[in-house]
């Protein structure tokens, strides 16, 4: 068999199709949840991967940057979370690795606090601010996701680090979502079992 040379990751077309109708400014957390509820929902509905979107902003202008969701299912690459998704987009429209570089503050908003994998994602990504609607093992005891060993103190590394981080936006409407899907019989796709 060749070695592979590349790789390569879409949104999926559900997504594609609304990207230019996406509001360009989002001033407020409130209204960058909604916008990532609102994905997220969709994306399991639509089968493209887990119940989970995320979305890159600038923080001092509300102008969105990216847009992304879960796409392990779609792409067959399990490092496809809506974080890592969302954040590569930033990079490549801004055609730089750190988007902290000259200044940037930009935040990535995601609707729950990143899994293990993401939050080294999140720290090496270059944003200055994290924004989730929440943390916890609910998120685990409603979907069966297996978030990883998150350290206790994920939040103050960040801090530490100089990322801000915000918890709680649209708590309740962000676990409506992973209710809905955790009473769906959609495929739990981590790579330790529930794998059909
Ligand atoms: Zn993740």
Same mark, same amino acid.
């Given at each position: 068999m060749p070695l592979a040379s590349a790789l390569s990751a879409s949104l999926p077309s559900w997504l594609l199709d609304e990207l230019d109708d996406l *509001?360009? !400014? &989002?001033?407020t957390a409130e209204d960058r949840m909604d916008l990532v509820n609102a994905l997220a929902d969709r994306n399991w509905r639509e089968g493209s991967g887990g119940p989970f979107a995320a979305i890159v902003v600038d923080?001092?202008?509300?102008? &969105? !940057?990216s847009a992304g969701v879960n796409v392990v299912l779609a792409s067959g &690459?399990?490092?496809?979370?809506a974080e890592v998704t969302t954040l590569s987009l930033a990079q490549t429209a801004l055609g730089?690795? $750190?988007?902290?570089?000259?200044g940037a503050d930009l935040e990535l908003v995601v609707n729950w606090r990143p899994c293990v994998m993401c939050y080294g994602s999140t720290m090496w990504s270059g944003v200055r601010s994290l924004v989730v609607a929440g943390e916890g093992p609910l998120l685990e005891e409603i979907t069966g996701f297996d978030e990883g *060993? !998150?350290?206790? $103190?994920w939040a103050e590394q960040f801090e530490s680090r100089g990322i801000r981080v915000s918890i709680g936006t649209r708590h309740d409407e962000a676990v409506a979502v992973f209710r809905a899907y955790g009473d769906s019989d959609s495929i739990v796709y981590n790579a330790r079992g529930a794998v059909e």
């Open positions: *509001p360009a !400014v &989002l001033s923080t001092a202008t509300g102008a &969105l !940057v &690459l399990s490092s496809m979370h730089r690795w $750190d988007l902290g570089a000259g *060993p !998150v350290v206790a $103190d």
